[in-house]
């Protein structure tokens, strides 16, 4: 399908190419050819990914969503035009690059290959990978013979591959749907039984700290380094990189285990660092829930061995082609979380909301990390059906701890700040408010707010990632350039409706989904939905900076990426203790919210001017129209929108779950429509794009039954 570009301008050979002002010759060297000029840790494969977007509270994306491509045909930019031929041919049978008079001689002799590139013997000891077809003897199958052809392959042996590719894809897409659906549930459900004040603090603040500690000692070096080794060794070695893999693995499951059982041994410190506030005299309220928090500290932490060990695996399948399981396990964590929130309503039904027995206790802790547990092994099947057995060995070769060391320099730098950034804004969010409107309050707004980013805007990055860094690594600028806008713009389609309705709509749509909770209260539910209302103003900016952070990683510019979060981490630590110190406690989580919206805001635009220095244009002016014709196409829809709010509260009681059942309902469907009917009547060309793709697949799906 071909996409429909705005003025992006022709993808016109680079200054100093080749192509640019040069006659054709023979072509450029790859990476790892003599003469590239590309050497060492860049040379191959092995190109840092991104690493996750922070440590986030109830958990980030997965490693699958941040490495894996997902299931979304992305058009591909017009190629470039062939080239003139050199010389013209001397009559029409003739090469067309050969000089004139030149006549071609028919070979006489059977042709045989130089020795160097005669087919060789597996090496003593070589396995073939499983599913890899075997001749006589375990030998790799012969080739053609010598002088012939490769027999045709048949129409179903072409269509396999892709047609395997497209099942793996699905499954991937719809598995990232599932799992944010169900953790959306598990939130309502945790939201019911634990309500969002005191109780709620604990149990966020200490399920918090597998997930940044994860993040900091491992979870950035496991995400950006280890699925790029493995695939460089699998292309690299004889055993398609089986040993290599095994040493991995065995080394990632050491590490973990000892930053797990450290962590644990700390667990008393590690509550006092992120939640300083929260103590008090013995016997006192805060005290009890200090405590609380300390003991479902030791409860969680032991998840860390588990979140690494889901990376380990997952890394492993992506790089032997199990694409759609580490999509699916999150959904049985997020099944089993919601069966024990459940219980834990049925076992305290009838009692206030910041009480809790011993047996709710061990039920939540016990019951959370359960999940975890249960998400890895689930993997395990998939693992053993990938050929993969493993057997602990480490004796790792000289050389290959200093790689991963140089791979993970930068990338650490920039998986530090994030740590570090949000550390204190869990401790400011702690500081704000005691009881009510406090660190819970912003973690739920925050899974909130994750939820329009992770199905579009993940979605975007990680299927342009892989084309961005082809496109890089050949130096084809321009269409890195054009890359950029297209994710921009197809992103924005659904983000920018997504930033201005939820910004207003964000307080009626959380007093209809969590408002007639008894542990919650409308009053309590419209204070978190305008924090997430106000976190989805900045959701532009904040797709923009990660936009522009996997244009840098395509570069292998992990050193750029660093500095500008080094930049965000600083504007957003200064803005945090801001406000703490102007608003009023009440409103500084609120004001936490806003923070993180000019912190994006800032980085965004940073990362813009460093990156036009890179590629020379980022298709500015084509991104400035398209999402200004996007914001208007927003107006209609914001106007009704706020109409129905004002109606609303004339009808119904407001705050009450009722009227935030009115204005989701009409106010936020009728947005919705008003949105789509605008983009079409102002020809927004990436709607229309986005529409014609949802409605053939429909149309491929209804076809088939």
Known sequence: MTWPMHDAGPTTPEPGSREAGREPGPPEPGPDEPGSGRHGRHAGDADPLPPLDGPMPGGGPSPAETTLPLALEWPVPPARPLRTPRFTPADPTGSVDAPPGWRRVPRTTEYRPPEDLRPRPPQPGYRPPPGSPRGPGGAPPAGPPPG??????????????????????????????????????????????????????????????????????????????????????????????EAYAQRMFTLGAVALLGVTVVATLLAGPLVDLYAPTIHGPAGSHLAAEHDLMVVWAYFFIPQIFFYGMSSLIGAILNTRGRFAAPMWTPVINNLIVIVVGGLYVMMHLGKEPWTISAGGVRLLGIGTTLGVVAQTVALVPSLRGAGFRWRPTLGFRPGEVSEMGRMAGWMSVYVVSQWAGYLVVQIVANAASAGLNGYSAYSIAWQLFQLPYAIIGISVITALLPRMSEHANARRYSLVRDDFSIGVRLASVLVVPAAIYLGVLGGPLAEFLIGWFHSTGPYHARYIGEVFGLFSLGLVPYMLTQLQLRVFYSFQDSRTAALVGLLTMTVGIAADFIALAMLP????????????????????????????????????????????????????????????????????????????????????????????LSARALRIAEFGFLARTVAARFGRQSGRH
């Not at 129409?155 to 959306?184: D, E, I, K, N």
């Not at 400035?624 to 109409?643: D, E, K, N, Q």
């Open 148 to 241: 012939g052809r490769r027999p045709p392959r048949s129409a179903g042996q072409r269509a396999a591959p892709q047609s395997s590719l497209v099942r793996s894809s699905a499954g991937m897409a719809v598995g990232t749907l599932v799992s944010r659906g169900t953790g959306f549930l598990r939130t309502l459900v945790l939201i019911a039984a634990i309500g969002v004040a005191g109780l709620s603090d604990a149990y966020n603040n200490a399920n918090t700290l597998p997930n940044t500690i994860y993040y900091l000692m491992l979870g950035g070096v496991f995400t950006s380094v280890v699925v790029p080794l493995l695939v460089r060794a699998a292309k690299r070695d004889p055993d398609h990189g």
């Open 585 to 676: 406690r009440l409103d500084v989580v609120a004001g936490l919210a806003v923070a993180y919206g000019i912190t994006n805001l800032i980085g965004a635009t940073a990362g813009w001017a460093l990156l036009l220095r890179r590629v020379g244009s980022l298709d500015g002016w084509a991104i400035a129209r398209s999402l200004t014709r996007m914001h208007v196409a927003t107006v209609p829809g914001l106007v009704f929108a706020v109409a129905v709010m004002i109606g609303a509260g004339r009808v119904v009681h407001n705050p009450s779950a009722a009227y935030g059942f009115v204005v989701t309902v009409v106010g936020g469907g009728g947005a919705v429509l008003l949105y789509a």
